[in-house]
């Protein structure tokens, strides 16, 4: 992926910060209102995302620790760095949401989503049939993603509860069932 594509990733991230950001507690409320703000508040501070410092954080996981441990593997990088541009942008941007919403990001819905393009997020059936992915390649990236996480400093705790989820997907994406890798370029 060159430089560019990681400076329009980290441009995207930024944005996405803005368009899933909480919306801000009235101040000036009082009363029932102003108690019912202050528990919200608190809910969405327990949620991970406050607990990593809210969805600009969170996204940034992705393109500073996830797009990174993707592309620098040779098992599964070809499959990513030869996109074209727009679309590694378009996967980032997307998979910058879906981390939001598994960290209960407050607004940040994978299903219906868009790019800052207007795209749509598809779903992972729609995203990756005729790729040709294989279990092999699905546990590599599952690696990556995990590997990602960690050096982000997220705890085993956080994800382990995220796992499942993105285990789950994994009949979604697989079409050939062997643990030979599809488009290593490992030499
Ligand atoms: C749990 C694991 C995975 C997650 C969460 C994930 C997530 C995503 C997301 C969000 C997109 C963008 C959806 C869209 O285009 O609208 C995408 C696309 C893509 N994914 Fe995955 N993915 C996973 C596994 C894999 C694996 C194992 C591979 C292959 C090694 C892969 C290769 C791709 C490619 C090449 C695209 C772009 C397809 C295109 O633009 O036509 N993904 N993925």
């Not at 995207?12 to 801000?24: E, I, P, V, W």
């Not at 809210?54 to 030869?82: K, Q, W, Y």
Request: charged letters at 15%.
């Amino acid at each position: 992926m060159s430089t560019r594509t990681i400076h329009s990733l980290l441009v995207a991230a930024a944005a996405l910060t803005g368009a899933c950001a909480a919306s801000s507690p009235d101040s000036e409320g009082g009363g029932e209102a102003s108690a019912q703000t202050e528990a919200e508040t608190h809910a969405a501070e327990t949620s991970a995302c406050s607990r990593y410092g809210g969805p600009g954080e969170v996204g940034g996981v992705v393109s500073e620790h996830i797009v990174p441990a993707l592309t620098g593997d040779c098992r599964v990088s070809a499959m990513f760095t030869s996109l074209p541009e727009p679309a590694q942008v378009h996967l980032v941007e997307c998979l910058t949401i879906q981390v939001q919403e598994l960290f209960a990001c407050e607004g940040a819905s994978y299903a219906g989503a868009e790019d800052s393009t207007g795209a749509l997020c598809r779903d992972m059936v729609s995203a990756h049939a005729g790729l040709g992915i294989t279990n092999g390649d699905f546990d590599a990236v599952i690696e990556d993603i995990v590997a990602g996480l960690q050096a982000a400093g997220i705890s085993q705790a956080d994800i382990d509860a995220v796992a499942p989820a993105v285990l789950s997907t994994r009949a979604d994406m697989v079409e050939v069932q062997t643990d030979a890798l599809s488009n290593s370029s490992c030499g």
